[in-house]
């Protein structure tokens, strides 16, 4: 789901082991439409696939249910936000190919360049609201501090991020401190693996 973390080593989110290569579903052949849909063609296949789908609905078979919901809701959440919809169409091979974009499928990792962050755009890549191991808070609190451990590689005068804290955790004594911090927040990595070489 991942591609490597910092110091060269798999970034490990919810127990699951980064595997290069894992192809998440076009969000148009989740929704079973054409790439032209209409807002109006969205929005009706959305509401067939989601009856058809919902867990309360499928008793007895739950989990696939689950995840399909899962996975249609949130192919639906942005295919009917223009903007994101936009977003998605301009990156949609990256994505797919669960690669960074920055050099192509093969120099995808050559310099270590670090988290694919593509899959935390889906709710799939965590399982409720909770503090567990696969929940929300845990898993976006683990890619924030990896994003935080590349930032002090490249410079070890970094300092110390602000945590993102817990379901539990007070907004002054954690999530607004935190939201602060990378509301205004600029890398220090150079990216220079992203220039595509031009000798013009």
Request: hydrophobic fraction near 25%; charged fraction near 30%; include cysteine.
């Amino acid at each position: 789901n991942l591609s490597q973390g910092g110091a060269g080593r798999p970034l490990e989110i919810g127990g699951m082991e980064a595997k290069k290569g894992h192809v998440m579903r076009c969000h148009y052949e989740v929704m079973e439409v054409q790439r032209d849909a209409s807002d109006d063609d969205l929005k009706r296949q959305y509401r067939k696939l989601a009856l058809k789908w919902h867990p309360d609905k499928n008793a007895d078979n739950l989990d696939e249910a689950t995840e399909r919901f899962k996975e249609i809701t949130n192919a639906y959440t942005t295919l009917s936000d223009p903007n994101e919809r936009s977003w998605y169409d301009s990156h949609r091979e990256q994505i797919l190919r669960g690669g960074t974009g920055a050099r192509g499928e093969e120099g995808d990792e050559d310099e270590g360049c670090g988290i694919n962050l593509f899959p935390f755009f889906s709710s799939s890549c965590y399982s409720g609201y909770g503090d567990d191991e696969g929940g929300f808070y845990q898993v976006y609190s683990k890619v924030f501090d990896e994003i935080h451990e590349l930032e002090v590689q490249e410079d070890p005068e970094a300092g110390r991020a602000p945590s993102m804290g817990l379901s539990s955790t007070a907004w002054t004594d954690g999530p607004g401190q935190f939201y602060s911090y990378y509301e205004s927040f600029s890398s220090r990595r150079s990216f220079s693996w992203c220039d595509k070489y031009n000798p013009n």
